[in-house]
C-alpha cells in the first residue's frame, strides 16, 4: 500500500530522553522524504513537509494537519490544538510538548519505551521500535464492532495509543506525564444559541474563498447541499460536484445528489465502483485507515478519483453529527442521572451490535458489550453534565472514525477543505439547545436559508420507508466467501464465533442469508478484520483470550 504525503505531510519523532538508535528504527519504518525539523536533548521531529511555525515570546511550536485555516496565529500549544484543531509539538523554556488537536480528530499515535515517548502519525512504524512482543487491546477492538472504531486512546495495540482529544505529552526536568486542557466549547451555553441564519453565515465564512476549479462530495444528504448552495454562487468560483455510491443497494446518494448538481447548475461526476470492488479494495481500505474503524470500505474508487483532482475537495465531515437531531436527545435530557444519559447515548450509537447468543461464543458478546460501555463512560465523563452531551458524544466517538475518510482515504494526497470542523461552527452548535433540532427544525431552517433552491429536493436524510435494497457488493457471494475463509484460516479469530455464523463459514447459502441483516454482516466484517490484522502482526502478537 502506498500513500502520497502531497497535501499534508507524514511526521514522527520523539520527546523525552530519547534514544537515537531507538529513533534510527522509527525513521527506518516511516515513509522516505523525511528532513529534520528539529533535534534537542528533549525532543526530535521529522516530516515529509515543512510544518507550520508558531512563536509567542519564549514558547515556539511547529504544527501540522490542522482542519481550521488561516490566522491568528497560535500562541501557545493549547491555542494551536484549539483555534488550528492541529498536532503538533511545542518547545518551552525547560520542556518540550506533544499535543494532539482539541477534538481528537487528527490521528497522532505515541509509544512509551522507557523514559521517552516515540511518536507517529502512522501505527506501523511504532510497532517496528523494538522487538518485543505486543498485546491486543481487546476494548479497542470491542469498539471498532460496537461503536465502529476505537474511542478515546485506544488502538489495536495496548502498548500503542491515540492521543485523546485535549492531551498532551510534556516533558522536563520532572520526566514524562500527560497533561489536559478543556477546550472553550465545554463551555458553550444554550442562552444565547444563534440563529439558523448566523449559523450558515458562519458556516459560508469558513468555506475559503478561491478563484477556479474547486471540487465538492455532494452526497445525497443535507451538509454536502449546504456547502454546495454556499459555494455555488461565489464569483470565480468553477465548483464541479462528485458522487459515489455507498454500496447500499439503493444508490439514493447518486439519485439526490444529480437532482441537487443539476439545480444549482452545478457539473456533476459520479464515480460507480466495480461489482467486485468491495472485494478487491478492503485490505487496502483497511491498513489505509489502520484499522481504525470498519466504515469506507466503499470508498476507495472515489478516494482515487479525489486524488487526480487538480483542486482543493469540499468535504461535509462533523456537519451531521454537529447539527442533526437524534432520537436519543429527548431521552438522555430526561435521565435520572449522568450514567444513565451516556447509557442511552451509547445504546443509540450501538443499535447495529447483534446480541443474539447464536453469533456468538459462550459470553463473548457480553463482553464486547461491556468492554465497549466501560471506554465509552471513562471518554464522556469530562462532559458530564453538558446540555449537548449526545452532540459531544457522537463528535468524541463515532466521529474519529469517519473522520478517517478526509484524513486517510482523500488526504494525505488531496487538499480538503472541512467548513464544519471549524472551532468557531463547534462552539456555535453546541450553543445549540437540544430541543431547538427536534424534528430537523433548526437544520430545516438552516436550509432555508442558505441553500433555500435545494432544501426541499429529496435527500437520504428524509423519513420513510424505503425501497428493498438491491445487491451490495460488500455482500456478493465472492466478498462473503472472502470473508468467511479469512475467519476460517484464523483459529483465534473463529473462537469467538458462535455456531450460526461458524455454519455460516462453510455454507454459502446461510451466509447469504446472514448478510441480509446488518447486524451479522458487521459481526462477519470485524471478524475478518481482526483475522486480516492478526495476520499482518502476527508474529509480534501475544494472543491473549477476551478478558
Not at 454536502?224 to 444508490?251: C, K, N, Y
Not at 447469504?512 to 458487521?522: E, I
Request: aromatic share 8%.
Amino acid at each position: 500500500m502506498f500513500i502520497s504525503y502531497r497535501a499534508r505531510p507524514y511526521v514522527c519523532g520523539a520527546i523525552g530522553k530519547w534514544d537515537a538508535r531507538t529513533a534510527e528504527r522509527l525513521l527506518s519504518a516511516s515513509p522516505r522524504g523525511l528532513d529534520e525539523v528539529h533535534r534537542s536533548p528533549l525532543a526530535a521531529l521529522w516530516s515529509t513537509g515543512e510544518p507550520e511555525n508558531w512563536s509567542a515570546g519564549p514558547n515556539s511550536g511547529h504544527l501540522w494537519w490542522p482542519a481550521a485555516g488561516g490566522p491568528p496565529q497560535p500562541h501557545s500549544w493549547q491555542d494551536a490544538a484549539e483555534r488550528r484543531l492541529a498536532a503538533g509539538l511545542a518547545v518551552e523554556r525547560g520542556a518540550a510538548v506533544l499535543h494532539t488537536d482539541a477534538l481528537g480528530l487528527n490521528d497522532l499515535y505515541v509509544r512509551r519505551l522507557g523514559d521517552a515517548l516515540y511518536f507517529s502519525a502512522r501505527i506501523d512504524p511504532l510497532v517496528r521500535l523494538d522487538d518485543a512482543p505486543l498485546h491486543v487491546d481487546w476494548s479497542a477492538w470491542a469498539n471498532l464492532l460496537v461503536m465502529t472504531t476505537p474511542v478515546g486512546d485506544e488502538t489495536p495495540f495496548r502498548e500503542i495509543r491515540h492521543l485523546e482529544g485535549g492531551t498532551a505529552w510534556r516533558s522536563d526536568d520532572r520526566g514524562l506525564r500527560l497533561e489536559r486542557f478543556e477546550p472553550a466549547w465545554y463551555a458553550a451555553e444554550p442562552d444565547e444559541p444563534p440563529a439558523p441564519e448566523e449559523m450558515v453565515d458562519l458556516i459560508a465564512d469558513r468555506i475559503p474563498h478561491r478563484s477556479g476549479p474547486v471540487a465538492i462530495g455532494l452526497s445525497g444528504g443535507w451538509d454536502s447541499r449546504l456547502l454546495a448552495a454556499l459555494a455555488a454562487g461565489r464569483p470565480g468560483t468553477q465548483l464541479e460536484a462528485w458522487t459515489t455510491s455507498t454500496d447500499d443497494g439503493l444508490d439514493l446518494d447518486i439519485t439526490c445528489a444529480r437532482t441537487v448538481a443539476a439545480t444549482l447548475g452545478v457539473p456533476h461526476h459520479v464515480v460507480r465502483p466495480g461489482p467486485e470492488s468491495w472485494l478487491e479494495e478492503h485490505r487496502t481500505v483497511w491498513r489505509r485507515i489502520q484499522y481504525q474503524s470498519l466504515h469506507h470500505g466503499w470508498a476507495m474508487p472515489y478516494a482515487r478519483a479525489a486524488h487526480r483532482l487538480r483542486a482543493p475537495l469540499i468535504d461535509g465531515c462533523l456537519g451531521d453529527g454537529l447539527l442533526r437531531t437524534r432520537d436519543d436527545h429527548p431521552r438522555a435530557s430526561r435521565a435520572a442521572s449522568h450514567e444513565q444519559a451516556r447509557t442511552i447515548t451509547w445504546q443509540a450509537l450501538t443499535t447495529h451490535f447483534p446480541h443474539h447468543p447464536e453469533v456468538w461464543a459462550p459470553k463473548v458478546g457480553d463482553t464486547l458489550a461491556e468492554l465497549s460501555l466501560t471506554a465509552f463512560h471513562r471518554v464522556m465523563r469530562p462532559a458530564e453534565g453538558h446540555h449537548a452531551m449526545p452532540v459531544l458524544a457522537r463528535l468524541l466517538t463515532r466521529y474519529r472514525g469517519i473522520y478517517a475518510a478526509p484524513n486517510w482515504m482523500l488526504g494525505p494526497e488531496a487538499e480538503v477543505w472541512l467548513p464544519f470542523a471549524d472551532p468557531d461552527v463547534v462552539t456555535a452548535a453546541l450553543r445549540v439547545p437540544l430541543a431547538a433540532r427536534e424534528d430537523h427544525a433548526y437544520y430545516r431552517a438552516m436550509l432555508g436559508y442558505g441553500a433555500p433552491h435545494v432544501a426541499w429536493l429529496p435527500s437520504t436524510n428524509d423519513p420513510g420507508d424505503r425501497p428493498e435494497p438491491g445487491p451490495q457488493r460488500k455482500t456478493s457471494p465472492a466478498a462473503l466467501a472472502a470473508l468467511a475463509q479469512s475467519i476460517a484460516d484464523c483459529d483465534e479469530v473463529r473462537a469467538l464465533l458462535g455456531p450460526r455464523l461458524l455454519a455460516a463459514l462453510s455454507d454459502s447459502e446461510l451466509r447469504a442469508r446472514q448478510a441480509k441483516w446488518s447486524g451479522p454482516l458487521y459481526v462477519l466484517q470485524w471478524a475478518s478484520m481482526l483475522a486480516d490484522w492478526r495476520t499482518q502482526y502476527g508474529s509480534r502478537l501475544t494472543w491473549e483470550s477476551i478478558p
